[in-house]
């Protein structure tokens, strides 16, 4: 169990946790090609001289390497298929997917178009004045080669015939924890692209913690050289010319997913749970892109039809439950919450390039990425707890009306009921989840969208006068050069205060809560409905007119 304050408060209703790295883009390329003048050193090794290199010897590898596969693929009854862009490929994979539990090796190639980098040659007079790539990259035949691996189950190789031969890998991490959950013969149910039951769930996650260790870098290298040359660049390059040229690919991680991933009881209890955690964090987190595809079954109370203990592996491809999820976007950064499975939550933080993080990225820093990506989700769950399961009590809320102190510099407080400092309640926990802090302008901007205010009303510099107030008060840290972040404890008694007035005291005092005593009213409303009157005795008794 992770000790995030999300996993221990919901731990009573779960049988375990465990995160797996999803979803992992890996970038193949051949560092010798990348620069005009290695590509110039390569053709020599390949042809002697560069004599007929020129933009149309270019454009014939594309034209062997078509008439290759598609020859390779009708002799050994290998399906291929070409597709619009826009076109669904899953649906064709899945029907060619091998029934052969014990199958290995390509079995299924699509093809179509997308921008890709290609080698340009520049000449003058008969000599070459310029070698690169082109700046804009045109639309070529892209060839996915669908594979199954012993080790990473379907793998996916989606590569460029053109010169420098670039490749991306796709690979899976819960189909590596799966095959190695059956080799140690742990019982599992898997659904879809999770694990719905587990009885051993450390064990589980000991697998999937593996894939973070440096240990994952060499199999990560080891699935790419096993398949790239004999796979792909063989209908290139004949493996005569890769090893008379020695050309070798290097890797990057381009794309990463990592989840951690609730097993629930019951299923019932994961709807409930995750629709309350909705109903109360939407607004406050300013959560818009929220999505829900109803299924055509209920989620099992048990934890199987039969009321059993899983047996070593039951796969079920489709589940057919409501699927409820919710997005927010920070750049190429995004977290994800959904239902999935049976008794499944999830919670999944992805990068869309990792450029984001400013790291290195080559294969060898694949575990710092990682890392990377789990400390974004801990923060993350960290904060949805807080505002999830909001905390105030009245010595907080006088002291934000007193003075501050940041640093040697004393700083004014918070007046509660001014408009402006409440705009900006809401914005910093709106940005609370933000990975990497809260800079000026993005809280300028988020309390001119709540005020509905232009850039002249609201400056970035009065963004900055107002973080120092709640810096004073312990809510805001600074984290390194203009960025900021809200504490735990912060987002907490904030989302308390903004929770009790949006939702208690404002609706008290105003009474719209009430309905016709003919129409059902929720849980809510009557209490709602209860303080109202106990509230009307009081004013009373104080000779207060409401």
């Avoid at 599992?188 to 587990?198: H, L, M, P, R, Y």
């Avoid at 004999?230 to 004949?238: N, Q, R």
């Avoid at 009590?393 to 001014?418: E, F, H, L, S």
């Avoid at 009213?521 to 409401?546: C, G, L, M, T, W």
Wanted: aromatic share 10%; net charge positive; hydrophobic share 40%.
């Amino acid at each position: 169990m992770y000790d995030d304050p999300f996993c221990q408060y919901y731990s009573e209703f779960l049988d375990g946790t465990y995160d797996c790295v999803d979803r992992l883009v890996l970038n193949a390329y051949i560092p010798l090609l990348q620069s005009g003048g290695g590509f110039r050193q390569w053709w020599r090794l390949l042809n002697g001289n560069d004599d007929h290199l020129d933009n149309a010897h270019l454009m014939r590898f594309a034209g062997h390497f078509s008439r290759r596969v598609r020859a390779y693929a009708t002799k050994n009854k290998i399906h291929i298929q070409d597709f619009d862009s826009r076109e669904e490929k899953e649906d064709t994979v899945t029907a060619h997917m091998p029934g052969d539990a014990a199958f290995r090796g390509l079995f299924c190639i699509l093809v179509n178009r997308a921008p890709a980098p290609v080698m340009e040659v520049k000449r003058s007079n008969g000599h070459i004045t310029e070698i690169g790539k082109k700046k804009h990259w045109p639309h070529v035949n892209i060839y996915s080669f669908h594979i199954i691996d012993a080790v990473w189950g379907h793998i996916i190789i989606r590569f460029c015939p053109h010169p420098p031969f670039n490749a991306m890998i796709i690979l899976n991490g819960h189909e590596y924890v799966e095959r190695q959950a059956r080799q140690r013969k742990i019982p599992f149910t898997k659904e879809d692209n999770c694990f719905a039951a587990v009885p051993n769930a450390p064990a589980l996650a000991t697998i999937a913690d593996s894939m973070r260790a440096s240990s994952s870098v060499g199999r990560l290298a080891d699935v790419c050289e096993r398949w790239i040359y004999s796979c792909c660049l063989c209908f290139a390059l004949e493996r005569a010319e890769q090893e008379k040229t020695g050309i070798r690919y290097s890797y990057s991680v381009f794309q990463a997913e990592l989840s951690r991933n609730l097993l629930f009881t019951r299923g019932k209890v994961l709807d409930h749970v995750f629709n309350g955690v909705i109903e109360r964090t939407r607004v406050a987190l300013d959560i818009r892109s929220l999505k829900t595809i109803f299924g055509h079954k209920h989620r099992p109370y048990n934890r199987d039809r039969h009321g059993k203990l899983p047996r070593v592996e039951i796969v079920v491809e489709k589940p057919v439950y409501d699927l409820t999820v919710f997005k927010i976007h920070f750049g190429r950064l995004t977290v994800k919450m959904y239902s999935k499975g049976a008794r499944v939550l999830r919670i999944e933080v992805i990068v869309h390039n990792t450029a984001e993080f400013r790291c290195k990225r080559s294969l060898e820093n694949f575990p710092e990425i990682i890392d990377r990506l789990a400390a974004i989700l801990d923060e993350f769950m960290s904060k949805l707890q807080c505002v999830d399961v909001a905390c105030l009590d009245a010595q907080t809320v006088q002291t934000w009306r007193q003075p501050g102190i940041v640093g040697a510099c004393k700083t004014a407080g918070i007046d509660i009921n001014d408009t402006r400092q409440r705009a900006v309640m809401e914005s910093l926990v709106m940005l609370s989840i933000a990975p990497g802090g809260v800079a000026t302008s993005m809280l300028a901007e988020k309390v001119r969208e709540i005020l509905g205010v232009d850039e002249k009303s609201y400056s970035t510099r009065q963004a900055a006068y107002d973080l120092k107030k709640f810096r004073g008060k312990a809510i805001v840290v600074k984290i390194g050069g203009r960025r900021y972040q809200v504490t735990t404890d912060g987002v907490r008694s904030m989302a308390g205060y903004l929770t009790l007035l949006d939702k208690v005291i404002l609706p008290v005092l105003a009474g719209k809560n009430r309905r016709p005593d003919k129409q059902p009213i929720s849980e809510i409303d009557r209490h709602i409905v209860n303080i109202q009157e106990e509230i009307k005795e009081i004013f009373r008794e104080y000779r207060i007119a409401a």
